[in-house]
């Protein structure tokens, strides 16, 4: 338990006080990998094209949801709240944002203070837990995480909590990354600091899916988009000051076969 508590402050100073979607890596806002077409390895990666990739995440994920024009969304970690704003707008969606970081969710107050005057009514922030989700059931449309789910112990009491939430039919969809289920045993956690840590968890795939199919979800499908994600990722980072950290060795675990990137999705 005091190793957990341990790594859930390494978390929260993450995302709080050090502010993680202010680093370059990152290109401000956004908190994740991207998802990407192919790009040119001769030419260097713009900073502009960084921030669609992060965007194009969420579009990816959010249309597994199918949602329907005015529904109701929950997004799982929502930060800063861009992707907040853009499934808002872009969806026609009517998106609570929940987060546990005070600090993130201040951030989110003054970052998109235009966005939620503007979609009044339609965006709001909350804090609290994804294992104990503070609405009644059968509150929404739809749930999605974008790569938030690796920082979370208990996958299963998600799964129960975004299950509980969603209304007949609606859907639940995320997207992060996992091991495939015949990595077997590997060095990730040698070669990755923040899986070493316990920042981050890695699990096999299929031990997601079955936390899904034991809340109750059926139509669960996982498809890897590993393609679309870790070498054009590498590519940016290669290109900021973190080109001879460990974060280049995500790829390296990508192309060894020990770790990919998948879209999940789950009807209710």
């Known amino acids: 338990m005091e190793q957990e508590s341990d790594v859930q402050a390494q978390r929260d100073l993450m995302y709080g006080e050090l502010d993680l979607s202010s680093l370059a890596i990152f290109s401000g806002s956004f908190i994740n990998y991207g998802y990407w077409d192919a790009i040119d390895p001769g030419r260097e990666i713009t900073v502009a094209e960084r921030t669609a990739s992060q965007a194009e995440l969420y579009r990816r994920v959010v249309a597994l949801l199918s949602p329907p024009p005015g529904g109701e969304l929950l997004e799982l970690g929502s930060g800063v709240g861009v992707g907040a704003v853009l499934v808002a707008r872009e969806f026609a969606a009517v998106v609570s944002g929940l987060d546990r970081s005070k600090a993130q969710l201040q951030r989110a ?105 034991a809340a109750g979800f059926t139509d669960v499908t996982a498809t890897s988009i590993g393609d679309h994600v870790w070498r054009q990722f590498d590519q940016w980072v290669a290109q900021t000051e973190y080109r001879d950290s460990w974060g280049r060795n995500w790829l390296r675990c990508y192309e060894n076969g020990w770790i990919d990137y998948y879209a999940v999705s789950a009807r209710r």
């Open 109 to 213: 107050a003054d970052t998109n203070a235009e966005a939620l005057d503007i979609l009044s009514g339609r965006l709001s922030f909350h804090q609290g837990s994804v294992t104990d989700l503070p609405w009644p059931g059968e509150s929404f449309d739809g749930v999605y995480a974008v790569e938030m789910l690796q920082h979370v112990d208990d996958l299963a009491a998600v799964a129960r909590e975004a299950h509980r939430v969603l209304r007949p039919g609606a859907r639940f969809a995320t997207a992060t990354f996992f091991a495939p289920d015949d990595a077997g045993e590997t060095p990730v956690a040698d070669l990755i600091e923040t899986v070493a840590s316990g920042v981050d968890v890695v699990r096999p795939i299929g031990d997601f899916t079955a936390d899904l199919e």
